[in-house]
């Protein structure tokens, strides 16, 4: 079954978070050390994969046009107001942290990288699941600590994440009479490059040093797909 692999990512991440949820009530000076940890650590995974790229001006011109896209279309308050709006229907309590800032945080977290990817292709091309099992686990592992200190938001990004993986791989079982491989790989790439710097930015804005508007950059990782093209016909 195509969505195997998603449906068991999806799964642990729940897991995770209900596990994250008992451990809310520690004192705040722990919660704050913790948020400056998983900071850093998010830092450093958006380098690598920012690191990545082969083609530095289609990172930056995905980021371009992304950033020209989200802002006219406002998705960083939509998405926060979608994160409240789902919250709202499952809880009546407010946190330290919005839930629509745990869902987003976790959502950009869990969803970009070459795992989600790379994951869900080998899912729907091949039906070999391991990929998205072990990314399952290091997601479930994340979601308890994000859960620690963003609440309950977190638990909910397995909707985008679910939604996202699971379209990749319907669609991966009849990609490869559309894209070449040698496409599909070098799209992977710059698209992971692209999302390592969202992460990045996810690290800045959860250490405070900044305030990003991550969510009206989020189309660059769509746009990053068209520029690729454009550039292999040129």
Do not use: C
């Given at each position: 079954m195509a969505l195997y692999g998603t449906i068991i990512n999806g799964v642990l991440i729940i897991i995770g978070s209900l596990f994250g949820l008992l451990f809310t009530k520690i004192p705040e000076r722990y919660k704050e050390t913790v948020m400056q940890g998983i900071g850093l650590?998010?830092?450093?995974?958006g380098v690598q994969m920012a690191?990545?790229?082969?083609?530095?001006?289609?990172?930056?011109?995905?980021?371009?046009?992304?950033?020209?896209?989200?802002?006219?279309?406002?998705?960083?308050?939509?998405?926060?107001s979608l994160g409240t709006w789902i919250g709202s229907k499952f809880t009546t309590k407010s946190s330290d942290f919005s839930v629509s800032q745990g869902f987003v945080t976790a959502s950009l977290i869990f969803v970009i990288g070459a795992m989600s990817v790379i994951g869900a292709l080998d899912s729907g091309i091949r039906g070999d699941h391991e990929v998205l099992i072990t990314k399952g686990i290091l997601d479930?592992?994340?979601?308890?600590?994000?859960?620690?200190?963003?609440?309950?938001?977190?638990?909910?990004?397995?909707?985008?994440?679910?939604?996202?993986?699971?379209?990749?791989?319907?669609?991966?079982?009849?990609?490869?009479?559309?894209?070449?491989?040698?496409?599909?790989?070098?799209?992977?790439?710059?698209?992971?490059?692209?999302?390592?710097?969202?992460?990045?930015?996810?690290?800045?804005?959860?250490?405070?040093?900044?305030?990003?508007?991550?969510?009206?950059?989020?189309?660059?990782?769509?746009?990053?797909?068209?520029?690729?093209?454009?550039?292999?016909?040129?």
């Amino acid at each position: 079954m195509a969505l195997y692999g998603t449906i068991i990512n999806g799964v642990l991440i729940i897991i995770g978070s209900l596990f994250g949820l008992l451990f809310t009530k520690i004192p705040e000076r722990y919660k704050e050390t913790v948020m400056q940890g998983i900071g850093l650590a998010v830092m450093i995974i958006g380098v690598q994969m920012a690191l990545s790229t082969e083609l530095i001006i289609i990172v930056l011109l995905s980021l371009l046009t992304g950033a020209i896209l989200g802002e006219l279309l406002n998705l960083e308050v939509r998405l926060n107001s979608l994160g409240t709006w789902i919250g709202s229907k499952f809880t009546t309590k407010s946190s330290d942290f919005s839930v629509s800032q745990g869902f987003v945080t976790a959502s950009l977290i869990f969803v970009i990288g070459a795992m989600s990817v790379i994951g869900a292709l080998d899912s729907g091309i091949r039906g070999d699941h391991e990929v998205l099992i072990t990314k399952g686990i290091l997601d479930g592992f994340v979601a308890l600590v994000l859960t620690t200190t963003l609440g309950f938001g977190v638990i909910l990004s397995v909707i985008p994440v679910v939604l996202y993986q699971g379209s990749i791989a319907l669609l991966a079982t009849q990609i490869e009479q559309i894209l070449p491989e040698s496409f599909l790989n070098g799209m992977i790439t710059e698209l992971t490059a692209v999302g390592g710097v969202l992460i990045l930015a996810i690290g800045f804005n959860l250490l405070k040093i900044t305030s990003i508007r991550i969510g009206n950059l989020l189309p660059a990782i769509i746009t990053v797909g068209f520029i690729y093209y454009i550039y292999q016909l040129f």
